[in-house]
């Protein structure tokens, strides 16, 4: 059942962030929750009452101190930025990463945004999520080293707003 997140449910994305590394960097609950209230949409997925699968996504202008966000902020202005997708190991290649990429989409349709935006790991790499964005038709754009070892490329793709 795909739906918002609540807040009962932090402890259990917390998790799932957490065993999602090194694909998305391990938080601490107090880490999360701020991550949470900058966020524009956070979805999960739930299968036999567990968050199988979420999205966090965070809009244009939010005091965010991630490096990646800072840097799209100099860069982009109307957009949907992706800070994580998390899906647990055993519910992998089932299409839940399609699902809530294409409610993600409908969002930013929804509210005008222009773009969407994320980055992904070149360094410590990460070949699954690299060819889950070419495969949704993202576009690579640029690439970025943080520090030794910690290599992103990023990802964006073209929205067209629902004109209402």
């Given amino acids: 059942m795909l739906r918002e997140l609540k807040e009962e449910d932090q402890e259990a ?3 799932l962030n957490n065993a999602s590394t090194p694909a ?63 899906v647990t190991e055993n519910h992998k290649r089932k ?26 790991n070149l360094e410590p790499p990460n070949p699954q999520s690299i060819a889950f964005h070419t495969r949704l038709d993202w576009e690579p754009f640029f690439e970025r080293e943080h520090s030794p070892g910690k290599k992103v490329q990023y990802f964006k793709k073209n929205i067209t707003p629902v004109q209402g």
Avoid at 28 to 53: M, N, P, Q, T
Avoid at 77 to 85: A, K, L, M, T
Avoid at 96 to 120: D, F, I, T
């Fill in 13 to 15: 994305l917390l998790a």
């Fill in 24 to 86: 998305v960097n391990p938080l601490s609950l107090e880490e999360l929750k701020g991550i949470l209230s900058l966020a524009e949409k956070c979805w999960v997925e739930e299968i036999d009452r567990e968050l199988a699968a979420a999205l966090i996504i965070i809009g244009p202008d939010q005091r965010y101190a991630s490096d990646n966000y800072t840097w799209l902020e100099t860069q982009f202005s109307n957009y949907c930025y992706v800070d994580r997708i998390m």
């Fill in 95 to 120: 299409g839940l990463g399609n699902k809530l990429y294409r409610e993600l989409e409908k969002h930013a349709e929804r509210k005008g945004a222009h773009m969407l935006l994320c980055e992904v």
